[in-house]
């Protein structure tokens, strides 16, 4: 069975404690993570704390952070089959997603790169002439980074990137389920030559990791990706050392099709959101909003596609849709079916565990159509299964796409580019693509509101979530200070 370590100030171990990691295609044990306890937590925050203080790396020039960087997106590039391989066994997430994404992530270690020294104080035109006053933009401090198992490659690099081209060093928990990806890449980080102490990767559960890290004192800011209840928790105990946060919790996304859209191109965006890797994406797709009049041709075109996806072992290339990450996971998607059912959904097609080994659950389709208060339409499945709803009016999509509590992401399919642009304006959610789903840059924002969390990760205004804003006053007159006692 292999065996993985955690990195700690530079150096690797196996930690105290072991635990199995499961093959989700299989469900057997596979390898030994590393278990952190509070310990080793707060032996990674003080190395953290010890280099954000060093000179070795609060000396260094932004620029020169900034070729660190480079060199690790490099060798990111360089590893990123090997990555694949680990990622799509520990997960399950297919092979042909995981080999695509994991290339593109060293795209986003090279714009924080070109982005360290182009982070720009500003000037004050200040209301008092004898006095010079400029904002410098400085780090915030130690980061804790917390990322799930499903695409955390990506999800760790929008928090890593920044946060190291902006000088804060940082802490990052690897997710329980599936924490392979993140520990073989410490060993990727570890070649780049960044000081010891600069990135410290470690995995473990609740309480003896997760809540030491996110109340840890000398913890500055929480950068976090996951589920609402486990925010509630991070904001709980950020009230301890009162870390700011940025929270990216996932959705309940709308995906609109109006009855002039392109069908069939609208057909394979709806695939994409929701089946493609097997539905455990945060920008999911997952209610369907169509107009009446197509909507029996639309849903035959989506009922053929889901049923023609090839279901099979996540490091085939042939595969379309692999397991989900964990019996747990499977567990939820039959009970919220269940539930919804009993609602009044009709179950277009899916729904039925493959008789095999592993954590499988096929694309499924459920008609809400007459159930709209279906728990399946406002709750998170994290699974391939899209909830479909239909409308008649412009209005009443709009409606529809903002009765909910997220506000992630959203897509509208149109012709008519004046309804884009009303719809555009009228959605309430972070990202809205039209006539396109599931795409990303690092040059753009992501990112929601209400349980949606807050805060962006992606493009310039993530790395300014890693800085903190320092005032200074220079006296430019020698004349004496006169009466002290009234305020300048």
Same mark, same amino acid.
């Given at each position: 069975?292999?065996?993985?370590?955690?990195?700690?100030?530079?150096?690797?171990?196996?930690?105290?404690?072991?635990?199995?990691?499961?093959?989700?295609?299989?469900?057997?044990?596979?390898?030994?993570?590393?278990?952190?306890?509070?310990?080793?937590?707060?032996?990674?925050?003080?190395?953290?704390?010890?280099?954000?203080?060093?000179?070795?790396?609060?000396?260094?020039?932004?620029?020169? /952070?900034?070729?660190?960087?480079?060199?690790?997106?490099?060798?990111?590039?360089?590893?990123?089959?090997?990555?694949?391989?680990?990622?799509?066994?520990?997960? =399950?997430?297919?092979?042909?997603?995981?080999?695509?994404?994991?290339?593109?992530?060293?795209?986003?270690?090279?714009?924080?790169?070109?982005?360290?020294?182009?982070?720009?104080?500003?000037?004050?035109?200040?209301?008092?002439?004898?006095?010079?006053?400029?904002?410098? /933009?400085?780090?915030?401090?130690?980061?804790?980074?917390?990322?799930?198992?499903?695409?955390?490659?990506?999800?760790?690099?929008?928090?890593?990137?920044?946060?190291?081209?902006?000088?804060?060093?940082?802490?990052?928990?690897?997710?329980?389920?599936?924490?392979?990806?993140?520990?073989?890449?410490?060993?990727?980080?570890?070649?780049?030559?960044?000081?010891?102490?600069?990135?410290?990767?470690?995995?473990?559960?609740?309480?003896?990791?997760?809540?030491?890290?996110?109340?840890?004192?000398?913890?500055?800011?929480?950068?976090?990706?996951?589920?609402?209840?486990?925010? /509630?928790?991070?904001?709980?105990?950020?009230?301890?050392?009162?870390?700011?946060?940025?929270?990216?919790?996932?959705?309940?996304?709308?995906?609109?099709?109006?009855?002039?859209?392109?069908?069939?191109?609208?057909?394979?965006?709806?695939?994409?959101?929701?089946?493609?890797?097997? =539905?455990?994406?945060?920008?999911? =797709?997952?209610?369907?909003?169509?107009?009446?009049?197509?909507?029996?041709?639309?849903?035959?075109?989506?009922?053929?596609?889901?049923?023609?996806?090839?279901?099979?072992?996540?490091?085939?290339?042939?595969?379309?849709?692999?397991?989900?990450?964990?019996?747990?996971?499977?567990?939820?998607?039959?009970?919220?079916?269940?539930?919804?059912?009993?609602?009044?959904?009709?179950?277009?097609?899916?729904?039925?565990?493959?008789?095999?080994?592993?954590?499988?659950?096929?694309?499924?389709?459920?008609?809400?159509?007459?159930?709209?208060?279906?728990?399946?339409?406002?709750?998170?499945?994290?699974?391939?299964?899209?909830?479909?709803?239909?409308?008649?009016?412009?209005?009443?999509?709009?409606?529809?796409?903002?009765?909910?509590?997220?506000?992630?992401?959203?897509?509208?399919?149109?012709?008519?580019?004046?309804?884009?642009?009303?719809?555009?304006?009228?959605?309430?959610?972070?990202?809205?693509?039209?006539?396109?789903?599931?795409?990303?840059?690092?040059?753009?924002?992501?990112?929601?509101? =209400?349980?949606?969390?807050?805060?962006?990760?992606?493009?310039?205004?993530?790395?300014?979530?890693?800085?903190?804003?320092?005032?200074?006053?220079? /006296?430019?007159?020698?004349?004496?200070?006169?009466?002290?006692?009234?305020?300048?």
């Amino acid at each position: 069975m292999q065996s993985f370590q955690q990195y700690i100030d530079g150096t690797f171990d196996a930690g105290s404690v072991q635990f199995e990691s499961l093959d989700p295609a299989t469900g057997a044990p596979w390898a030994l993570m590393p278990e952190a306890k509070s310990a080793d937590v707060d032996r990674a925050v003080e190395a953290a704390h010890r280099a954000f203080l060093s000179p070795e790396w609060a000396g260094m020039t932004a620029s020169a /952070r900034g070729k660190l960087l480079y060199r690790l997106a490099d060798l990111i590039a360089e590893n990123a089959q090997a990555l694949a391989e680990i990622e799509t066994r520990d997960t =399950g997430k297919i092979i042909r997603e995981t080999r695509a994404q994991i290339a593109y992530v060293a795209e986003y270690y090279r714009y924080y790169a070109g982005l360290a020294d182009k982070i720009e104080g500003a000037h004050l035109p200040i209301d008092k002439p004898d006095m010079e006053v400029w904002l410098r /933009r400085e780090p915030i401090g130690v980061v804790a980074a917390i990322v799930p198992w499903n695409s955390q490659l990506f999800l760790s690099a929008v928090k890593i990137g920044p946060a190291l081209a902006a000088g804060c060093t940082v802490v990052l928990k690897a997710s329980e389920d599936g924490p392979a990806p993140m520990l073989e890449f410490a060993k990727i980080f570890d070649q780049a030559g960044f000081p010891k102490g600069v990135l410290n990767i470690v995995t473990g559960f609740g309480a003896e990791c997760g809540a030491v890290l996110t109340r840890h004192p000398k913890v500055a800011h929480v950068a976090f990706t996951g589920g609402p209840e486990t925010a /509630r928790q991070i904001i709980r105990n950020s009230a301890e050392n009162l870390a700011s946060t940025s929270l990216e919790l996932g959705g309940k996304s709308p995906f609109i099709v109006f009855d002039d859209a392109d069908l069939d191109s609208a057909a394979n965006a709806q695939v994409s959101g929701i089946f493609a890797a097997t =539905g455990q994406s945060c920008v999911a =797709g997952s209610r369907l909003l169509v107009q009446n009049g197509v909507k029996d041709a639309f849903l035959a075109r989506l009922k053929a596609k889901a049923e023609a996806c090839i279901i099979g072992p996540p490091d085939d290339m042939g595969t379309e849709i692999g397991p989900l990450c964990t019996a747990r996971q499977r567990a939820h998607a039959q009970e919220l079916i269940a539930r919804s059912l009993d609602q009044g959904a009709t179950l277009v097609t899916g729904g039925t565990v493959p008789d095999r080994a592993g954590y499988y659950f096929p694309p499924t389709i459920l008609d809400c159509t007459h159930a709209r208060e279906a728990d399946c339409i406002t709750q998170e499945f994290f699974g391939p299964v899209l909830s479909v709803v239909a409308f008649d009016t412009e209005d009443e999509a709009i409606a529809l796409a903002n009765d909910t509590a997220f506000g992630l992401a959203s897509g509208v399919f149109t012709q008519n580019l004046t309804r884009a642009h009303r719809m555009i304006r009228a959605i309430r959610a972070g990202i809205v693509w039209v006539n396109t789903y599931r795409a990303v840059s690092p040059m753009a924002p992501f990112g929601g509101h =209400g349980m949606s969390g807050h805060g962006r990760e992606g493009g310039l205004a993530a790395a300014l979530d890693y800085t903190t804003v320092k005032t200074v006053w220079l /006296r430019t007159s020698d004349d004496p200070i006169p009466d002290p006692f009234v305020m300048r």
